[in-house]
């Protein structure tokens, strides 16, 4: 940086001077009128005197840049416009767009933080708090702001910094969310309750169905058989027949709809019947083709999606509406364990506005299972340390 006075008789000059000698991005730092030193001084009009500075390097580039647009306009010099460009190879060019690409998600993440600041501003400091933990739970801006909404609307004058108090308040609002809590119906008047699971790969159908069944049969004292659809891998009929024999309960592995309807048939008398089925992908549309004839031909009393926790919010809502030809009955959610924030669960809940049957939160058969109460939901989703 190069920082220089210059003394004119009036403002005009000073600035000419200036330019002239420190080029057009000099910027003016300070103006001063000034009297002449001395008893002559005291006698001539004031002067004025701006000091200037240039960053040296800028007005380099600034230089070279010009140079290069003036040699493009030169005849025949069409070519040197791309040779003089400061990006030379594929690599800089990438690691320049790179560098772009993370300035341009750094400014909406800015931006998203100040609009979140404005949605609340005015709001009771404490109420404000509890507005950034729901984010932090990856809660959705809007249902956020409609829990919050709601908190202030109910906090009393006399409370507006008690904690507690609006700690109580946001766990009510968030209880109204998630409210409608269903595990397996079982009707005790009549036998051969079907449930089946679908839902997509790797999510945890079997495992809960071991899982489920475990503790119908000895927690519950009910008789469960089992089914599986699952002959894709010879591993999964494997799977859940290990756990049908520590259980000591049947299964039957069926190839296709008319063994699928026989099985059926044969466990009439037991009170539930569970039926695992392959992972399906939701976009394929042969794999949901061929799940929904098994669907018809098993009519079966409760149809449960199994979604992980570990999916984002809009992607869960998508494997739901591809799976909702099926009608579905309830949600479980499983792994829990595994997520790093549970707001995905009310996100989807609010979008599908489906019951909630189970949450699973470990891999271990059969104690990792629990039909969550509305409080003990509401205190997951305030956050980690709330609830576990
Ligand atoms: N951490 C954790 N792991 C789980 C949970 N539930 C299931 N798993 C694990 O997830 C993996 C897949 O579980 P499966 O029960 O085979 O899943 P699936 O949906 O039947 O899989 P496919 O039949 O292949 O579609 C296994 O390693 C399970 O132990 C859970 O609640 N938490
Ligand atoms: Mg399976």
Known sequence: MKIKKF???????????????????????????????????????????????????????????????????EPGKRESVSAGN???????????????????????????????????????????????????????????????????NRLPPDKLHDKMWIRDLVLDALEEYVKEIRPIEIDVCRKGTVVMLIG???????????????????????????????????????????????IGIPISVVFDQVELKEAIEKYREKDVVFIDTAGRSPYNDEQMAELKEYIEVAAPDEIILVLSVTTQSSELVNIYNRFSLFNIDKIIFTKVDEARSYGQI????????????????????????????PLYLAKMLLGKDEAL
């Open 346 to 373: 009310l996100n989807t809940i609010y979008e599908i506005k489906k019951p909630i049957a189970y949450i699973t939160n470990g891999q271990n058969v059969p104690d990792d299972i629990k039909v969550p109460d």
């Open 86 to 152: 400061q990006i030379k190879s594929p690599e800089e060019r990438e690691s320049l767009f790179r560098e772009l690409n993370t300035m341009k998600s750094m400014m909406e993440e800015i931006r998203n933080k100040m609009y979140e600041v404005e949605l609340v501003r005015g709001m009771p400091e404490e109420i404000q708090r509890f507005f950034r933990m729901l984010l932090e739970n990856n809660i959705d801006k809007d249902i956020a702001l409609n829990i919050i909404n709601k908190v202030e």
């Open 7 to 73: 003394l004119a008789k009036d403002y005009q000059t000073a600035l000419k001077m200036a330019k002239a000698e420190m080029g057009p991005d000099a910027i003016i730092l300070h103006t001063e009128k000034v009297k002449k030193k001395g008893i002559f001084g005291l006698f001539s009009p004031p002067q004025v005197e701006i000091t200037v500075a240039v960053d040296e390097t800028i007005k380099v580039r600034t230089d070279k840049k010009r140079d290069n647009f003036a040699a493009s306009y």
């Open 200 to 246: 997509p790969t790797g999510v945890g159908k079997t495992t809960t169905i071991a899982k489920l069944a475990a503790n119908l049969t000895f927690m519950d004292k009910k008789e469960v058989a089992l089914i599986t659809l699952d002959t894709y891998r010879v591993a999964a009929a494997e799977q859940l027949r290990t756990f049908a024999e520590i």
